[in-house]
């Protein structure tokens, strides 16, 4: 591996990191910390973390942030080419052959993001390459475990891995029926001992879902519409941001090439339960049919329930962003975009 590619996509990191940093939270921002520091440390997800190891780290990194904010991202050689950072589909073609996967794109609040990571596989499916990626060499504060960019799917184990071991620890201080039925049918016992065993079943749980996050990508992709993004951009408000992000978001879910369809048609329960536990948010707050069809599910064990949630759902998302692009073309330029998004919202 090229330690100057590295040290370039790392810098590219933290510029952005320093960047968008006020973005998040103040909880937020230290879980971030902490998966970015076991990251950059090359620790499992499960490490213990010393209090005054991240301390020294993060004060080390914040200390640079008035200088990088100002910086331009740079450009990545690999042998004798330069490469824009964004330049993904070209970077690939080489990093893949030894190995390697490489990503850039857009996270929350347009938060330039990137990751080089080992690969695990790289396929092609309903015309989008798709790369799973292992072990993260270097990234940013932002990780998503599953992104869409273009024509290319980023399926990311090792973050992925990591929402789920904060999920299960949920368990030990709340009661979430869909997530204790989602970890019961992945094979983990009532208040599982931490060990080997434990290890080696959420790896395969974590390879298991990427296959249902995969559906939400290839749906998201079907679904694209081109000012999306612009009206995103154009929102300027981070609720906001959020609810536009959930409707798309929910139309993939329950499209026909979706997630939901997927697992009613597969009978996953441990998908269903998982996928309702991970609503969080505007995702849950405007899709609460498929919470109450997923409590009568458990009761009755009927698929069909779940069904009819989906496609009223899907119906119902697809006219939301209907009004969403219709107050894009009616009132874009004007005073008036924002606060009609704003009463959309409210009317959700």
Known sequence: MDEDLLK???????????????????????????????????????????????????????????????????????????YHPYDVEEINEVLSKEGLVYGAGYGMYMKPTFFLAELHSVRRISGLTVFTSGTERVRDLFTAPAMLQDKTVFLRLEPLMMLLLYKHSELNVRRVTALENAFAHYGFQHRQIIDATFYKRLEEMTERYAEVLLFHEIAEAAEELADWKDILTLAGDRQVEHYLRAVKDLIADTSDQGPFKKIIESHDRGALGLSVALLEGYRKALYPEIIKSYSDFCLHQDWTTLEKARQEGHERFVRERADVMNIYRTKKGSED????LKRLMQKA
């Open 8 to 82: 370039d996509i790392k810098f590219n990191c933290d510029i952005s990191d320093a960047q968008f940093w006020g973005f998040y939270s103040v909880c937020g921002l230290l879980m971030r910390y902490r998966d970015l520091f076991r990251s950059e440390r090359g620790l499992k997800p499960w490490a213990d973390i010393r209090r005054d190891e991240i301390g020294v780290w993060i004060g080390q990194k914040e200390s640079r942030w008035p200088e990088l904010e100002q910086q331009a991202f740079r450009e990545l050689t690999i042998g004798t080419r330069t």
């Open 337 to 340: 975009f924002l606060p009609a």
